[in-house]
């Protein structure tokens, strides 16, 4: 099989797109919703590229119509989207706001009437400005508040939803948002940095226990799973002190993860890799056991591999460490394409990183990727054409990539194309472009790329050569 083949994956393969509520839904004050860290962050001057905001984004509050036929032409069987906390409980705490709610339920059911999966992402970094002020991810109180959330919500959309994702990401809300300090709320922490690691962990179990409870109340199907951005570290040499270095990159990427998810246990080099600072002050008797109740699927978000050297720690005073030093620097990949995000394209580490995910975990769930996809240059011809070949040569060797992982035996149901729209960029804001519909922000007109064009025609192949619906 040559990589220009469409890959051959399963006859129930799930192709689907994903967003999030803070990167796409702009109206940050209609409905009731209230402040997140995110809009706090945006507001404060050097933190956003240009001081941009997701104040408007791509208006999809009130596009969403339009968004979802664009799916439906498309021929995705889901669409993966998260839900805003701050327009569904916007102080955190307190009473859930109805017209959050409704808007929730006009998605859903327009979704649904297109013949789309909703799949539910509960938190996709949007925490209430009022949780963060009473200690945010620091403290074990906001676990239990989202785990409320996440009931509020099940109840109420649970009747037309059955795939739940309680967290996006945790290591960008933990790491990114409390010690590299690129994103929200953008502090530079040690212990607690690792604690809010813990509770967002324990934010998952408790949610995971309320959303199969809210189903089992109402006699509902569910499935529940969380979404990890699992990195392929790569040591730069073979030398034992390189290996060393990706063992604890290892640890602070994805065995902080994995381990209690998967295995009931905390990762066993902890104290190689962050010394004084894991001092589990932030754990207690029973935490694993809520954190690793089975899950129904993982999710998995695939960008670029990281290569990675031994090195000296930046900081000197350890109590002045963050939990990202742990003795290890970035090595650029050579003779590789980078995206606009300066990421190194090398699809075949997928592969590695799945059929290693399933030989080191026999009881891994059945995997969805649910994003993967690139930021690129998008030159639009004169006659408005989008023709971002990178983006479609991207996505589909990244999908022959799965298949190699398929046929080694990795169970993989589905992939979700990051994303569908251009969207705010976090930290880099409108100028990174995912989509694969263009988004002019002067008119918020949607313009369909070329890899959109060329995604429609994968899914329409996919579904001829198994005789067609076998989705549902
Ligand atoms: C995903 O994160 C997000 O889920 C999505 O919202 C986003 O738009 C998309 O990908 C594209 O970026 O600060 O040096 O430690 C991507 C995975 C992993 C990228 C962590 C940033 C932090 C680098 N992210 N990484 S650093």
């Known amino acids: 099989m040559t990589a220009s083949d469409p890959p051959a994956l399963p006859a129930d393969f799930l192709f689907g797109t994903a967003t999030a509520s803070y990167q796409v839904e702009g109206a940050v004050t209609e409905g009731g ?45 889901a669409y993966r989207f998260s839900t805003a906390w701050p327009r569904i409980r916007p102080a ?104 809010t690691a813990h509770h967002l962990l324990l934010a998952h179990g408790l949610a995971a226990r309320e959303l199969r409870a809210s189903a089992a109340a109402h006699g509902r199907p569910v499935e529940v799973g969380i979404t990890l951005n699992l990195d392929r570290l790569v040591p730069a040499t073979d030398s034992a002190a390189d290996r060393a270095a990706v063992d604890r990159a290892e640890t602070l990427h994805n065995r902080v993860w994995t381990e209690p998810l998967l295995n009931a246990c905390y990762p066993d080099n902890e104290a190689e890799t ?71 394209v090398v699809p075949s580490t997928f592969t590695d990183l799945l059929v290693d995910l399933h030989r080191r975990y026999p009881n891994l769930p059945p995997v969805l990727v649910t994003e993967n996809g690139s930021a690129e240059e998008d030159r639009v011809d004169a006659d408005g054409r989008v023709r971002d070949t990178d983006r479609i040569d991207y996505v589909r060797d990244h999908l022959h990539a799965v298949a190699a ?33 263009r988004v002019d922000y002067d008119t918020l007109e949607r313009i369909p790329k070329d890899s959109y064009h060329w995604f429609k025609e994968l899914i329409g192949r996919h579904a001829a050569r198994h005789g067609a619906a076998t989705a549902s």
């Open 274 to 344: 962050w010394g004084e600072l894991a001092d589990g002050s932030y754990r207690a008797e029973g935490d694993l056991a809520t954190i690793s109740q089975p899950l129904d699927f993982l999710g998995v978000n695939y960008y670029r591999p990281t290569k990675l050297r031994d090195a000296p720690h930046r900081e000197p005073d350890p109590a002045r460490r963050t939990a990202m030093d742990i003795r290890t620097e970035e090595v650029p990949f050579e003779g590789v394409r980078h995206t606009t995000m300066g990421w190194p």
């Open 92 to 195: 955190g705490d307190g009473p859930a706001n109805p017209e959050g709610l409704a808007f929730y339920d006009r998605l859903v059911d327009e979704l649904l009437a297109a013949g789309i999966e909703p799949i539910v992402t509960l938190y996709h970094w949007d925490l209430p400005q009022a949780l963060e002020d009473r200690g945010g991810w620091r403290v074990r109180a906001t676990a239990e508040r989202f785990a409320e959330y996440a009931r509020i919500t099940a109840d109420h959309l649970g009747d037309r939803v059955r795939r739940w994702i309680t967290l996006n990401e945790p290591f960008c809300s933990s790491f990114v948002g409390h010690a590299v300090g690129r994103h929200a709320p953008g502090t530079r922490e040690g212990t607690p940095a690792l604690a």
């Open 405 to 437: 992982a398929i046929e080694a035996g990795v169970d993989v149901r589905g992939h979700f194309v990051w994303s569908l729209l251009d969207n705010f960029e976090w930290a880099y804001g409108y100028d990174r472009r995912f989509g694969i519909v």
């Open 33 to 77: 919703r209230l402040p997140s860290i995110w809009d706090a962050y945006c507001r404060t001057p050097g933190r956003v590229a240009r001081g941009e905001t997701g104040d408007t984004a791509c208006d999809h509050y009130h596009r969403y119509p339009e968004d979802i036929a664009l799916m439906k032409e498309l021929g995705v069987g």
